[in-house]
C-alpha cells in the first residue's frame, strides 16, 4: 500500500498499538479517524493529538453503517478492535468466549462487509487485518482468543484471493507480544515488544514492501514460521512455560 495520502479509518484506536500507528500514519500524511468504545480517551485524543475519533462499538452489527458516508474519502480500512481475556477451561465461562468472537472475529468481519463496497470504488484501496503470533502457536491462558486470531488469518487469506480481480489491497498486520494492556487490561510484561519499536518496525516493511501480504517484525517469526521450520511442539512448550 502507499502509506501517505491516504484516508485511513481505523477500529480501536484509543490506546496500545492502534493509537501509536495512527499518529505514525498522521504523522505520514494521511488523514486519519480513529474509534473505540471510551468516548473520554476519544476526546482526549482529538485533542492532543489531533486525530478525529468516532464512538462505537464494533460488537454492534450497525455500528460502521455510516461512517464511509461520514467520510467519502476513506480508502484504508484497519481492523484493529480486539480484546484478549484468560479463560478456565474446568470452570468455562461462555460469556468470554462469546464477547471475544463478537468484537475480534464477528467484529472484523462486519467490518469488512461494510467497507468493501465503498472501498471497490476508491483508488488505492487496502484492507489491514489484524491477527496475532497466537493464530500460529496457541498460548493455553486464552484459549477463544488464539481461535480468533487463527480465524482472522485464514479469513484474510480467503478475502485476499477472492478479491485479487479488485484494486483492494489485502494485508495482514501479526504482532508478537508487544507491550500494551491488552490481556486483562493489565500492566504489560516489560520482556514483549516496546510499542514504539513494534510500529517503527511495523512502518518501515510497509515503507519497504508496497506489496506486502503480511507484516511480520522479526520477533514474531518464532511464532509465525514454527510450523513451517518443523518446531511448533517446542514453540508450543516454549511459549507456554514462560506464562
Ligand atoms: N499487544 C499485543 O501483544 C498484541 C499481539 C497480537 C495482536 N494484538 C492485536 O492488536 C490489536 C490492538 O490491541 P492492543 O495490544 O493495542 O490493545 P489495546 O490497547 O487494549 O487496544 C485494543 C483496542 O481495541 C478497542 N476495542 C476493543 N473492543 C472494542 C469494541 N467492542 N468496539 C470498538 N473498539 C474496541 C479498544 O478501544 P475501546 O476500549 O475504547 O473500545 C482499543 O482501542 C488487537 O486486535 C490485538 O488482538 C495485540
Do not use: C
Request: hydrophobic share 45%; aromatic share 4%.
Amino acid at each position: 500500500m502507499k502509506t501517505t495520502g491516504n484516508t485511513i479509518f481505523l477500529t480501536g484506536g484509543t490506546s496500545g498499538i492502534g493509537l501509536e500507528l495512527a499518529r505514525r500514519f498522521r504523522d505520514l500524511g494521511n488523514t486519519v479517524i480513529i474509534s473505540g468504545r471510551r468516548k473520554d480517551l476519544l476526546d482526549q485524543i482529538a485533542t492532543e493529538d489531533n486525530i478525529e475519533g468516532l464512538v462505537l462499538d464494533v460488537a454492534d452489527p450497525d455500528a460502521l453503517s455510516t461512517v464511509t458516508t461520514k467520510y467519502p474519502d476513506i480508502n484504508v480500512l484497519v481492523t484493529m478492535a480486539g480484546i484478549m481475556r484468560d479463560e478456565d477451561l474446568h470452570t468455562p465461562d461462555l460469556a468470554v468466549a462469546e464477547e471475544t468472537i463478537a468484537i475480534n472475529l464477528l467484529g472484523t468481519i462486519r467490518a469488512i462487509a461494510t467497507f468493501t463496497p465503498h472501498l471497490l470504488q476508491q483508488p488505492d484501496a487496502a484492507i489491514i487485518t489484524v491477527s496475532s503470533g497466537l493464530a500460529f502457536v496457541p498460548l493455553a491462558l486464552t484459549p477463544t482468543y488464539n481461535a480468533t486470531k487463527a480465524a482472522v488469518h485464514s479469513y484474510t487469506q480467503s478475502l485476499r484471493l477472492q478479491l485479487a480481480d479488485t484494486g483492494i489491497q489485502v494485508i495482514e498486520l501479526v504482532p508478537p507480544a508487544v507491550q500494551t494492556n491488552l490481556l486483562n487490561g493489565a500492566d504489560p510484561d516489560p520482556t514483549w515488544m516496546p510499542l514504539d519499536e513494534f510500529t517503527d518496525e511495523s512502518i518501515a516493511l510497509l515503507q519497504q514492501h508496497p506489496d506486502l501480504e503480511e507484516v511480520l517484525v522479526d520477533r514474531v517469526h518464532f511464532l509465525r514460521a514454527a510450523e513451517r521450520e518443523n518446531r511448533h511442539a517446542e514453540a508450543v512448550a516454549i511459549l507456554n512455560s514462560s506464562h
